[in-house]
């Protein structure tokens, strides 16, 4: 049998980055920069109020207070956006809303609150410190600064930054269009009526998710049954608009096992026992003028799940151009004894806690057979165990890898 880490590097080999493309903004979110990105202005660009009030000069309320007021003159009014008042004189004030520029000749902010609101002269009764509510120039990104370096993902917040600082286009990789197809004559589009022997299709539904979740732009088609021509048919017509394809189900021993036979020999499609539990049977390799990426994952849910995580997930990751391939993963200590078949690397769905001081306790969900569904919707971990061990006993450390949901 093959290697766990030998078959994933064969694949990470294979694999290359998705060429970079200049984007709309927008059209980027969800993607990994291929720039540095500069900021052509400070942000704030421009010493700016961050409360509704009036610009002052600190020592002309020093001595206001509730009971003894100071009452200036308001010379001035400036709603945010607003540049034609630009200085204003000792012992006056001007009204001015949050975020926009402070008069030069004015040092601090009193908030409306601690005043009595006047538009012609106005009432304060709280002293300011000088600077208070001011939000000064280049406090928040100085011009000149990388403000998102190349490798960044850009998710929503990176994305309103590029904004701030007036960008309209980045140069991204793209997201990875990946072409997800079921294959068994036992399949049934949800939504419609089984009969005996037939199941839903499940798993293109899994692997469309988790290769969203993953980044890509990931499309299911209906399942395609165990016939050679119509899957062959089907895999040359979604060619055009995939950078990776991943088929499941035959792939084992059965008689009606026809992906190995189809792909086998297509490309570079090759067919391993890989030492793993689940996901032992592996179809890989590259076809087609574009050497897009195919795996071929085993049809039993759970190895599927299993397989894409191991797999296909670093794969995609890889061709976002993303520095990080693979999950974080902790040490956890076992809550209970967990046998695992000799010679194989077991990844067993499990349930992480951490405790206050940090430390994480992993639980493994019921039977680790490759067709339970339902624990399998519960797990929020995977605990790796090596090929060699077989069996851990409670209270041992285990490597676990971390499921949540984590985009970048
Ligand atoms: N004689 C042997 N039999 C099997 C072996 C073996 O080594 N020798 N390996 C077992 C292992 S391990 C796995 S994993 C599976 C792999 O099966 P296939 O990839 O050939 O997949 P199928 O036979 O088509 O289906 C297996 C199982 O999964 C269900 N399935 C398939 N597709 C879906 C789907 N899209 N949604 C939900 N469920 C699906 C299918 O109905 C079967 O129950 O082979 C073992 N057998
Ligand atoms: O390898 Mo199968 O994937 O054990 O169930
Ligand atoms: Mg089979």
């Given amino acids: 049998m093959k290697r766990v880490a030998d078959h994933l590097s064969d694949i990470l080999a294979a694999v290359r980055p998705l060429s970079e493309l200049d984007f709309q903004l927008l059209d980027a979110h969800g993607c990994v920069l291929t720039e540095d990105v500069i900021a052509p202005w400070s942000l704030p660009q421009f010493d700016n109020t961050a409360m509704d009030g009036y610009a002052v000069r600190a020592d002309d309320v020093a001595a206001a207070s509730e009971d003894e007021p100071v009452e200036l003159p308001v010379v001035a009014d400036i709603p945010a956006g607003d540049t034609r008042v630009n200085a204003i004189g000792p012992g006056l004030a001007a009204r001015i ?107 293109s539904f899994t692997l469309t998710a988790a290769a969203r979740e993953a980044g890509a732009v990931a499309y299911r088609v209906p399942p395609v049954p165990d016939d050679k021509d119509r899957l062959l048919g089907l895999i040359e017509d979604q060619l055009i608009r995939a950078d990776m394809v991943i088929t499941t189900g035959g792939v084992s021993a059965g008689a009606y ?37 195919i795996f071929a994952l085993p049809g039993n849910p759970v190895s599927a799940f299993v397989s894409f995580e191991v797999f296909v997930r670093p794969a995609i990751r890889k061709m976002l151009g993303s520095p990080r391939l693979h999950r974080p993963s902790v040490k956890a200590v076992l809550q209970e004894r967990l046998r695992s078949p000799e010679g194989r690397r077991q990844f067993a769905r499990a349930r992480v806690q951490t405790a206050q001081d940090g430390s994480h306790q ?4 019921g039977a680790q057979q490759s067709h339970l569904m339902g624990d399998l919707a519960y797990a929020n971990a995977l605990i790796v165990v090596p090929e060699h061990v077989t069996e851990v006993a409670a209270g041992q450390v285990v490597d676990v890898v971390l499921l949540e949901r984590r985009r970048e």
């Fill in 362 to 365: 992993v639980r493994p969900i």
């Fill in 257 to 293: 096992d026809i992906v190995k036979e189809v792909l086998s020999g297509l490309g570079t499609v090759r067919f391993d026992s890989v030492a793993m539990q689940p996901g032992k049977p592996q179809g890989f390799g590259t076809i087609g003028d574009d050497h897009t990426p």
């Fill in 97 to 203: 809303m949050t975020g926009a520029p402070v008069p030069s000749g004015a040092d601090a902010i009193v908030p409306v609150e601690q005043t009595d609101g006047g538009t012609v002269r106005v009432r304060i009764t709280a002293p300011a410190k000088p600077g208070a509510h001011i939000r000064r120039a280049g406090g928040d990104v100085q011009e000149g600064d990388v403000v998102l370096g190349a490798g960044t993902y850009l998710g929503a917040a990176q994305i309103g930054l590029l904004a701030a600082v007036g960008r309209d286009r980045v140069v991204v990789r793209p997201r990875p269009r990946v072409v997800v197809i079921s294959t068994g004559s036992e399949l049934v589009e949800p939504g419609y009526p089984l009969t005996t022997g037939q199941i839903s299709d499940s798993n």
